[in-house]
T-cell receptor
Framework: QQQVKQSPQSLIVQKGGIPIINCAYE??????FPWYQQFPGKGPALLIA?????SEKKEGRFTISFNKSAKQFSLHIMDSQPGDSATYFC?????????FGQGTTLQVKP | DADVTQTPRNRITKTGKRIMLECSQT?????MYWYRQDPGLGLRLIYY???????NKGEISDGYSVSRQAQAKFSLSLESAIPNQTALYFC????????????FGPGTRLTVL
């Protein structure tokens, strides 16, 4: 059972565009929602994270929007750059475990 | 030096062979995890351990076993490898006093022929 659903599976934007990746979850006991960024040949690395008592968190060009009532959260990348091309995973945490979404492959064209 | 290391980085083996993937960490974290990554399926939890004496099954533990030899070492074994275990495998760690950030190793690409 997939408890965290992520979309789209892939995304292509032009440099400067604002890609948006969406995730939806089912379990209301989740208490922490991180996003991980993965470059080819590397392990995932934490990008930004939010707790459910906050509706938005911004770090540099990356913003998480969180809608607790809809059980949805999304990642926005402002002024995207070719160096942002990577695979992005959302995740949800409960009792020491992370449940990951399916991943989104982002390509930012110059 | 990397905080979480995995060996080997790449492995090709045949159906029926026993394979061990090793993970070591220098972060001093108690919690360790094994995931497999498949295209379109994300990262799925195989096994996890909250301390040396604690081993727990994840969502896809069938066909796998683990050993927590020390706080810093967590090994994943495939007792009799099969082709659908071809995947990218990641080890990760988490400390009790962290902000729930998991730190991932560089991954092991396993191919079962």
């Amino acid at each position: 059972q997939q408890q965290v659903k992520q979309s789209p599976q892939s995304l292509i934007v032009q440099k400067g565009g604002i890609p948006i990746i969406n995730c939806a979850y089912e379990n209301t006991a989740f208490d922490y929602f991180p996003w991980y960024q993965q470059f080819p040949g590397k392990g995932p690395a934490l990008l930004i994270a939010i707790r459910p008592d906050v509706s938005e968190k911004k770090e540099g060009r990356f913003t998480i929007s969180f809608n607790k009532s809809a059980k949805q959260f999304s990642l926005h990348i402002m002024d995207s750059q070719p160096g942002d091309s990577a695979t992005y995973f959302c995740a949800a945490h409960h009792t020491g475990k992370l449940i990951f979404g399916q991943g989104t492959t982002l390509q930012v064209k110059p | 030096d990397a905080d979480v290391t995995q060996t080997p980085r790449n492995r090709i083996t045949k159906t029926g062979k026993r394979i061990m993937l090793e993970c070591s960490q220098t972060k001093g974290h108690d919690r360790m995890y094994w995931y497999r990554q498949d295209p379109g399926l994300g990262l799925r939890l195989i096994y996890y351990s909250f301390d040396v004496k604690d081993i727990n099954k994840g969502e896809i533990s069938d066909g796998y076993s683990v050993s927590r030899q020390a706080q810093a070492k967590f090994s994943l074994s495939l007792e009799s490898a099969i082709p659908n275990q071809t995947a990218l495998y990641f080890c990760a760690t988490l400390g009790w006093d962290s902000t729930d950030t998991q730190y991932f190793g560089p991954g092991t690409r396993l191919t079962v022929l």
